[in-house]
C-alpha cells in the first residue's frame, strides 16, 4: 500500500494559478502510476489528469492546455500545475496510485487514495 498526502489547495480568484502536491510513501514509488482527480460538491469525482511510471500523460479535455501534470521519482511526489483557474474547476483534488492495469480515466483502475485536498476558485 502507498500512502497518499496531497497539499497546495486554497481559494484562488479565475484567472490565478495553483500547484498541487502529493508526497507517496510507504511501498516502493516505482512503477506506479498516477493520477489527479477531483470532486465537486454533489458531482461523481472525475479525472483531471494521469501520468505513468515511464512519463506517458493524459489529460481530460477540460483541462488540456491549463493543467500540468508532472512527477519527481526521487521524491516521490506528484505535481499538478494549475493555471487559468476558473470557478468550475471549484472541487476537492486527489491523487491517486495504480500498481496495475486499466485506463488512467477510470476510478476503479487506482488502488491508493489521498485524502483530498480543496481548491477554491472565485469569479
Not at 11 to 16: D, E, S
Not at 86 to 113: F, I, L, M, N, Q
Request: net charge positive; glycine share 14%; hydrophobic share 30%.
Amino acid at each position: 500500500q502507498v500512502q497518499l498526502v496531497e497539499s497546495g489547495g486554497g481559494l484562488v480568484q479565475t484567472g490565478g494559478s495553483l500547484r498541487l502536491s502529493c508526497a507517496a510513501s510507504g511501498r516502493t514509488f516505482s512503477g506506479y502510476g498516477m493520477g489527479w482527480f477531483r470532486q465537486a460538491t454533489g458531482m461523481e469525482r472525475e479525472f483531471v489528469a494521469g501520468i505513468s511510471w515511464t512519463g506517458n500523460i493524459y489529460y481530460a479535455d477540460s483541462v488540456k492546455g491549463r493543467f500540468t501534470i508532472s512527477r519527481n521519482s526521487a521524491k516521490n511526489t506528484v505535481y499538478l500545475q494549475m493555471n487559468s483557474l476558473k470557478p468550475e474547476d471549484t472541487a476537492v483534488y486527489y491523487c491517486a496510485a495504480k500498481a496495475r492495469g486499466g485506463p488512467y480515466y477510470e476510478t476503479r483502475s487506482y488502488d491508493d487514495w489521498g485524502q483530498g485536498t480543496q481548491v477554491t476558485v472565485s469569479s
